[in-house]
């Protein structure tokens, strides 16, 4: 049980950075995502330009909404 005790209350190893340019580097693209979209998604994606009174909501296409839910 002592032993048990000893090896919790160790800390854990430090490892020190050496290669910082990399180091940053890996940092930027860990939140970065690829996504390929077919090309007929891409041909019926399209957005109404906003006509009429200001705030009329904008019509997307339903393909346009799946992808987004996908993505979400």
């Not at 032993?3 to 930027?28: C, F, G, H, S």
């Not at 077919?38 to 799946?66: F, H």
């Amino acid at each position: 049980m002592l032993e048990a005790l000893q090896k919790m209350t160790t800390e854990k190893p430090r490892y020190r950075i050496k290669n910082w340019a990399a180091y940053n580097d890996a940092l930027v693209q860990r939140g970065s995502i690829a996504l390929w979209i077919d090309e007929a998604i891409c041909a019926r994606w399209y957005a109404n330009e906003r006509v009429g009174k200001p705030g009329a909501p904008t019509l997307y296409s339903d393909g346009m909404i799946q992808m987004g839910l996908v993505v979400r």
